[in-house]
Antibody
């Protein structure tokens, strides 16, 4: 089955760091753009970051710019989101999405990040 | 960057027609995509490029656009259509996707 599986979420204190991973199964990630989208509890979808298929271009939402870093290791079929200086408002389910379009076709099930003291 | 506006909620009786709108500046020049999200699940594309449906999405779901407003229409609404729906466009200037705030469809 073609899918992506997120991991690395959990409870972290404000100011702390986490690294999320998104592993692909049943296909190769190397031809796809990869995105991270988050959803705070009871709130809507918010795009966070994206990386192109070769890892040469990255983009970030203003709310995470300078704190989050997206990267990919095509040999390991995995994409990462390094999250530093975490804030309460970063609490959310983080979804990994792969696509070859300007819409987001294939979503993982998400991993919950909770920032709290 | 683009800002997309959706009504927070829409309610409809089973078997009736429901419409969810998505408004935004210059939306007429962009392709609009729609997602369905049920509680505890990841979003799923139900309409892409304004009016195309992925395989497996019922014909009861249709998308349209007029001026700066896109519409997702549900004909013969069923209880299983109850979900949150999000519109999305690609912001060409910033080169990333932008979502609307979402609309909760309630089937009475």
């Amino acid at each position: 089955e073609v899918q992506v599986v997120e991991s690395g979420g959990g409870l972290v204190q404000p100011g702390g760091s986490l690294r999320l991973s998104c592993a692909a199964f049943g296909f190769s990630l190397k031809n796809y753009w990869m995105h991270w989208v988050r959803q705070a509890p009871g709130k809507g979808l918010v795009w966070v970051s994206r990386i192109d298929s070769e890892g040469t271009t990255t983009k970030y939402a203003d709310s995470v710019k300078g704190r989050f870093t997206i990267s990919r290791d095509n040999a390991k079929n995995t994409v990462y989101l390094q999250m530093n200086s975490l804030r309460d408002e970063d609490t959310a389910v983080y979804y990994c999405v792969f696509t070859s379009h300007h819409y987001l076709t294939n979503w993982g099930q998400g991993t919950l990040v909770t920032v709290s003291s | 960057s683009s800002v997309l506006t959706q009504s927070p909620s829409v309610s409809v009786a089973p078997g009736q027609t429901a419409r969810i709108t998505c408004g935004g500046d210059k939306i007429g020049t962009k392709s609009v995509h729609w997602y369905q999200q049920k509680p505890g699940q990841a979003p799923v594309v139900v309409v892409y490029d304004d009016s195309d449906r992925p395989s497996g999405i019922p014909e009861r779901f249709s998308g349209s656009k007029y001026g700066n407003t896109a519409t997702l229409t549900f004909s013969r609404v069923e209880a299983g259509d109850e979900a949150d729906y999000y519109c999305q466009v690609w912001d060409g200037g910033s080169d990333y996707p932008v979502f609307g705030g979402g609309t909760k469809l309630t089937v009475l």
